[in-house]
């Protein structure tokens, strides 16, 4: 069969681009060290790579997911050990006090107690990564705000004397003018110039009562807040949606506490695997408050009857033992919270170490599918690229050809 030049052309032509695009696919190849660089150089095993890439991308996640977890599940750990042992101080301080006592060892039994109020809802409080560990979903609010004030009588204030609330809005703070003629607070201090006054005129012969009734109508006037009094304590809520306030005393020496919990009972539940999840939080309700817990106590409130107990004039060493029982009721409510996050923390442990193994595999599977040898790659290479020079010196043998040729 006779051929004819341009066929050899042709067929010349074909060769050099195949024998290139060939040896482009081992330079590539060499390059990344991967056997499949798109989908067209083996679609089965393109599947397979892009399956485990995606496994192992989910397996990242999960491990990330559980690192976040262990950090806060460990630091609710540590808090709440630190609540068990201080409210095992506070159950020796009571136990002190049962047998009656002197007021001077029960004055400094209360101040003992009220420095153990504050830093268990210090811990309550607690906070990581700007979110609050104990508040259920509501992460962003301070679930144990000091939203209860007890008011002194007028007699043991001189005028002037303030705390600062704040609303959704508005910063304020709350002065006391005793018979009108004390001094605004802000004429001494001008950073309080940026908040809101709201002044509370009192007699100085008003009692407690009294000046906790006149507290809460000058909050209460205001559209911001929901103020209640009972006796000499006010009770400052949002009006906006009842949680508590925090007040913040710069003066008045008046006592604070928490009667409000601003979370919920939300469970925090950390993605360890597919359709797998772990609940790796302690809220304040199951943890503090005891809502919703069979027998639970409000540790918070346990801790106040105790020390107003101890300052009461009319000392009853019966009421500060009934004190006794209740923590211990708390102390194993906060142990038992603290062992369950124990647990969860072993969990994500093995969890982890699983997931971990898991990943293992899969980088292996992968790398089996999609990853070249090296030695083989070399050699292929070297092959291709031998080919590729004779193709060329071929094309050249048929392209030095001319008419000339044909006539001799």
Known sequence: MRVSNKQMLNSVTRSVATTSEQLLKLQQRAASMKMINRPSDDPSGMNKVLDYR?????????????????????????????????????????IGQTAGGDGSGRETAATQIGNI??????IANTRIGGSYIFAGHQTDTMPFPK?????EAASELSGGEYFNISSDTDDYYVWYNIDGGSDDPKDDNPSLGTLSAVE???SSTDTADQVAAATQAAIDALADFDATVSGDEVTITLASNGDGVEITDMNTQ???????????????NTIVGEGAALKTNAHGN???TGSGVTGGVDVLGVLETLKEALEDSSYDPVIVDNQVGEINKAVSQVESMAANQSVAYSRLEK?????????????????????????????????????????????????????LDFLR
């Open 254 to 268: 008046f006592d604070l506490y928490n009667t409000t919990y601003n979370g919920d009972s939300g469970a925090l």
């Open 54 to 94: 995606t496994k192992i991308a989910s397996v990242d996640q999960y491990l990330r997911n559980i690192e976040s977890a262990k950090t806060r599940v460990e630091a609710t750990v540590t808090n709440l050990e630190t609540v068990y042992d201080l409210l095992n101080d506070a159950k020796e301080i009571a």
């Open 147 to 151: 939203n209860k004030v007890i008011t």
């Open 286 to 288: 199951e943890t503090f």
């Open 117 to 122: 109020y504050d830093q268990i809802r210090d």
């Open 351 to 403: 969890t982890e170490d699983y997931l971990g193994n898991l990943k293992l595999t899969f980088e292996t599977t992968l790398s089996a599918t999609e990853d070249a040898d090296s030695a083989e790659v070399a050699v292929e290479l070297q092959a291709q690229e031998t080919a590729y020079e004779m193709a060329l010196a071929s094309a050249a043998a048929v392209l030095e050809m001319n008419i």
């Open 200 to 202: 509370v005129p009192i």
